[in-house]
């Protein structure tokens, strides 16, 4: 069972920064894409960033792309989601994904496994 540890949610004022990491227990997922989604309580989870197996490039949409980075380690298994200038709309539950292939899991169902989630909380 393939599994994700994510770490460093939490409470943060507005305009500050956060660094998501997340890492996985199969060396094999190395070449997948993975990314990061996220939700608030009533609403569908959102797309928030994807990274290609290589690394090579990322994606992110319009609502972040000025404020947030997603990068990766193949050699730690690890993926990273680093925030800046976080504001308020942002507070929400972040979860690490898989990719069902080597691009972004721009959609929940390219996504082959999730997270656990981590709070990220911004107050105004």
């Known amino acids: 069972q393939v599994q994700l540890a994510e770490s460093g949610g939490g409470l943060v004022q507005a305009g500050g920064s956060l660094r998501l990491s997340c890492e996985t227990s199969?060396?094999?997922?190395?070449?997948?894409?993975m990314g990061w989604f996220r939700q608030v309580p009533g609403k569908e989870r959102e797309f928030v960033a994807g990274?290609?197996?290589?690394?090579?490039?990322?994606y992110l949409p319009n609502s972040v792309r000025d404020r947030f980075t997603i990068s990766r380690d193949n050699a730690k298994n690890t993926v990273y989601l680093q925030m800046n200038s976080l504001k308020s709309e942002d507070t929400a539950v972040y979860y690490c994904?898989?990719?069902?292939?080597?691009?972004?899991?721009?959609?929940?169902?390219?996504?082959?496994?999730w997270g656990q989630g981590t709070q990220v909380t911004v107050s105004s």
């Open positions: 990274i290609l197996g290589s690394g090579a490039r990322t």
């Open positions: 994904v898989v990719s069902r292939g080597s691009a972004y899991p721009l959609t929940q169902e390219e996504v082959s496994y």
């Open positions: 199969e060396r094999t997922l190395g070449g997948r894409g």
